[in-house]
Structure formats: structure tokens, C-alpha cells
């Protein structure tokens, strides 16, 4: 099974848990706006990705990994680890 079809198959409904997938995106959408404001507000984030786009040097992946990464150093230690 294509990676593609497996992470289709495992991940929940984007409407269930509020996720953005890259199939959602439009031409002229505000997505970038939209990403931040969705990696601000968010609980988890999990990140799936291809084989193809990890082997990319530069990617807008990476800057929404560390958007996620910079946002988790406001958040109190004891709150992470309460939800880990």
C-alpha cells in the first residue's frame, strides 16, 4: 500500500480533529494564515509526511515544524508533561 493510502487510512477525518491537510489548500487560500493560526491553537501536532518531501532540503513543512517547536518553548513544562 502506497504511504499515501496508509496515512489516508489511519488518520481521522480532517472535520473530527480539526487537522489541515495539503489536499484542503486552495490556490488564492489564505493558507498560511490559516496553518499559524491552527499551530497556535492547537493540542498535537502530527506531523505526516511523504518519503519524497523529507528527502527535500527546504520545505514549508519545516518552517510549520518549527512554528510547532517555538510555540511548545511558551508552554509550562509541568503542562507538557501532564499531557504526555
Request: with cysteine.
Amino acid at each position: 500500500m502506497p504511504h499515501s493510502a496508509s496515512a489516508r487510512q489511519c488518520a481521522p477525518p480532517a472535520s473530527r480533529c480539526g487537522s489541515t491537510r495539503a489536499s484542503q489548500l486552495r490556490g488564492g487560500d489564505a493558507w498560511d494564515a490559516m496553518i499559524r493560526k491552527q499551530i497556535k491553537s492547537c493540542a498535537l501536532l502530527i506531523p505526516v509526511i511523504s518519503a519524497n518531501a523529507h528527502a527535500r532540503i527546504e520545505g514549508y513543512f519545516r518552517l510549520e515544524w518549527k512554528l510547532a517547536v517555538d510555540r511548545s518553548h511558551l508552554i509550562a513544562p509541568d503542562i507538557l508533561q501532564s499531557r504526555a
